[in-house]
């Protein structure tokens, strides 16, 4: 049975991987020739992001079932990525599978910034969709599908509220600042990836679990 620990767990690793923090610089270098729209794309970033994790929550085990993925495989391999990008973290820097400097050119002159790089994949990128499948192999019901999506939905809103005050924030946190809690939040993480990644290898290898 899942516990409330659990579930401050999972927001805590869901919050850690998409680390709004670190998206602050991007966001306003993305919409310093449209500051004056700045509430607004805040606004739709974090829409955008809660429709596509509780999309991937709700559809992800069926597509690992369509491709025939067992979700011990899964976990090794969602593991070995959120790792990738704790270590991304933990140097203070965004791996390029969040993002790539051809998207951030594009995304200066986009109409779409909100969704495209912010949301997705900046902050929604291929390990918080990884997370959140796994997540939602550990919870039961539709009660732990239903407590799932309000983390989404509470981390959506920690979102919009940061990037709704990232002039503020640009301002008073130093980039110094910014990085120590990048480096924090890349440490739990890595420890987390760990976890997840030695759960796939004893459902892989039984032979490990004793």
Do not use: C
């Amino acid at each position: 049975m899942v516990s409330w620990n659990d579930y401050v767990q999972m927001f805590t690793a869901l919050f850690a991987i998409m680390n709004p923090i670190s998206a602050v610089p991007l966001y306003l270098t993305f919409t310093a020739n449209i500051a004056d729209k700045r509430a607004r794309i805040a606004r739709q970033t974090a829409i955008a992001v809660f429709v596509i994790m509780v999309i991937t929550l709700l559809m992800g085990q069926t597509i690992l079932q369509i491709f025939s993925i067992s979700i011990d495989a899964f976990r090794m391999a969602g593991g070995i990525l959120i790792m990738f990008v704790a270590f991304n973290m933990l140097q203070a820097r965004v791996g390029r599978t969040r993002h790539t400097p051809e998207e951030d050119e594009e995304a200066i002159d986009s109409d779409t910034v909100a969704v495209v790089p912010l949301a997705l994949p900046l902050l929604a990128g291929p390990g918080a969709m990884s997370t959140v499948i796994l997540f939602a192999d550990r919870v039961e019901g539709p009660e732990g599908t239903g407590s799932l999506i309000i983390i989404i939905l509470l981390i959506s809103l920690a979102i919009w509220g940061i990037l709704h005050l990232a002039p503020q924030i640009g301002k008073r946190m130093s980039r110094t600042a910014m990085n120590i809690a990048t480096r924090v939040m890349g440490l739990i993480l890595a420890s987390m990836a760990i976890e997840v990644i030695f759960g796939g290898l004893k459902g892989l290898v039984p032979a490990l679990a004793n």
